[in-house]
């Protein structure tokens, strides 16, 4: 690459970096939870029903129909010659996924595998919120914490069902009778089998308002742990920002800290990494900066179009089902490991069983949500306001699970810019963005661990206060 062209983008970069961070404009944002309403507006008057409401997945014999005829009836291209997944999905891939979706994977099988679950409807802000919530088997008198688990995308609230029983029943899995959670996994609205709103607005903040209504005024949780991921993340730091009361705990497993001058140091940390950061791991996944910006234009595509227009490439895959899965199937294939791009057949059976996968699609095949989705990711057009919300300082005990393959790195030093109680960091030499669909008993233990040591912190911070007051 010409020193002009590398001149160009470093440029481009400073310019882009001063202004998405904020640099010209604007005022720190409001912690202000405030209030919405997303029914339709033809709905009339407004409505309030705080009734929880049983649900279980199903699929009519006349959709499964439809759906048989659409993957019979796929039309295939011819991928190019010696080419893996560097130009996304293969045709040949293709083809035997819907080989087994048509000839091996059985509905019926699978639909007791997902209502193996209580699933549940609430209704909130005017648009039904759709919920897992598996109580534990406990003796009488034994504690039980308390844990809500949000997906991201392209996942869904199945991401969770391999973990759930590792938290609900820990002594047959590793844990001790202390470990033992009560989990609530619910929908992102517009996700699934939660309805989207049917206005502009819905966003991070908006769904942490609502997911805390769901905890406390919906389930009377006044204190309970949340996780989360991808969007699950920004939706967690949402609810530990705005509810520190009613969050006891906030575990992560993608987190996005931008530190002061974060562009200079991405620019000095490609030439001196150890200034900038303090392990060599974190160094040799973030160094040198170039290689990880053309990546991100590689694999960030998805976003832009996800952020400007979702609704044009909604349609297809809206009626398409093989197009559907092409498009979520790739993202478990180059998120859960970038090597596996350079493999034919994008390594998805190496982590996920083939029933795992599609169950999955099928969560937005049945639920045609995937439109209503991608509508979420409208958020980054106000990339000034969410970046600057971003740098609000959370005090909530935080715990940083880093997996070794995630789309994106925050080093363990740059944590304390905006978590002010870290009480958890482990960086695993395995896992990509889908840990607990990949690795179930990693991130179950990691949660375990960093439960302890916020009882602990909240006991010692109590009985600090019980000692200030007399």
């Given amino acids: 690459?010409?020193?002009?062209l590398q001149l160009f983008l470093v440029g481009s970069a400073v310019l882009a970096g001063l202004y998405l961070t904020g640099f010209f404009s604007p005022e720190p944002p409001s912690l202000d939870p405030g209030e919405g309403w997303w029914a339709k507006e033809e709905e009339g008057a407004i409505k309030v029903d705080t009734s929880i409401r049983p649900f279980k997945v199903q699929f009519s014999?006349?959709?499964?129909?439809?759906?048989?005829?659409?993957?019979?009836?796929?039309?295939?291209?011819?991928?190019?010659?010696?080419?893996?997944?560097e130009y996304g999905m293969r045709s040949n891939v293709m083809k035997d996924v819907v080989d087994y979706w048509l000839n091996?994977?059985?509905?019926?099988?699978?639909?007791?595998v997902f209502n193996q679950y209580n699933h549940f409807k609430t209704n909130i802000e005017g648009i039904d919120v759709h919920f897992i919530h598996v109580r534990p088997k406990v003796r009488e008198g034994q504690k039980v914490k308390t844990i809500l688990m949000v997906h991201g995308w392209p996942g869904s609230f199945y991401e969770?069902?391999?973990?759930?029983?590792?938290?609900?029943?820990?002594?047959?899995?590793?844990?001790?009778?202390?470990?033992?959670?009560?989990?609530?996994?619910?929908?992102?609205?517009?996700?699934?089998?939660s309805e989207a709103a049917h206005r502009t607005g819905l966003y991070p903040r908006q769904i942490a308002r609502m997911f805390n209504t769901l905890m406390k005024e919906r389930l009377g949780f006044d204190s309970y742990y949340v996780q989360g991921g991808d969007w699950g993340s920004g939706i967690a730091e949402s609810m530990a920002l705005s509810f520190p009361g009613n969050v006891r705990g906030h575990h992560n497993n993608f987190v996005n800290v931008q530190p002061p001058l974060w562009l200079p140091r991405l620019i000095i940390g490609s030439y001196f990494p150890s200034l900038v950061v303090s392990s060599e791991r974190d160094q040799k996944l973030m160094f040198p900066a170039m290689k990880k910006f053309l990546w991100a234009l590689q694999e960030y595509g998805y976003m832009h179009i996800q952020a400007t227009k979702p609704d044009t490439v909604g349609h297809g895959l809206t009626d398409s089902p093989v197009g559907l899965?092409?498009?979520?199937?790739?993202k478990f294939s180059t998120w859960t490991d970038p090597k596996f791009v350079y493999t034919p057949d994008g390594g998805l059976l190496e982590k996920f069983e083939m029933d795992d996968l599609l169950n999955n699609v099928?969560?937005?095949w049945i639920s045609g949500s995937i439109t209503s989705s991608m509508r979420l990711y409208k958020f980054f057009e106000d990339y000034q306001q969410m970046t600057a919300y971003?740098?609000?300082?959370?005090s909530v005990p935080t715990a940083y699970a880093s997996f070794q393959h995630e789309i994106t790195t925050t080093p363990e030093n740059w944590l304390h810019y905006r978590y002010k109680n870290v009480l958890s960091y482990t960086a695993y030499e395995d896992g990509g963005h889908f840990p607990a669909f990949e690795l179930p008993q990693v991130l179950a233990e990691d949660i375990r661990n960093f439960s302890r040591?916020?009882?602990?912190?909240?006991?010692?911070r109590s009985a600090d206060t019980d000692r200030t007051v007399e």
């Fill in 104 to 112: 091996k994977y059985s509905w019926e099988k699978q639909v007791k």
């Fill in 160 to 193: 969770f069902y391999k973990i759930i029983p590792l938290l609900t029943d820990p002594t047959s899995h590793g844990g001790t009778e202390d470990d033992v959670f009560e989990v609530i996994c619910p929908s992102i609205p517009g996700y699934g089998f």
């Fill in 362 to 364: 099928m969560v937005y």
């Fill in 390 to 394: 971003q740098s609000l300082p959370i």
């Fill in 453 to 460: 040591k916020v009882e602990e912190f909240q006991a010692k």
């Fill in 325 to 330: 899965a092409a498009y979520i199937l790739e």
């Fill in 61 to 85: 014999k006349e959709g499964q129909d439809d759906l048989k005829r659409r993957l019979q009836n796929t039309r295939y291209f011819e991928s190019l010659e010696g080419t893996n997944f």
């Fill in 1 to 4: 690459m010409g020193w002009k």
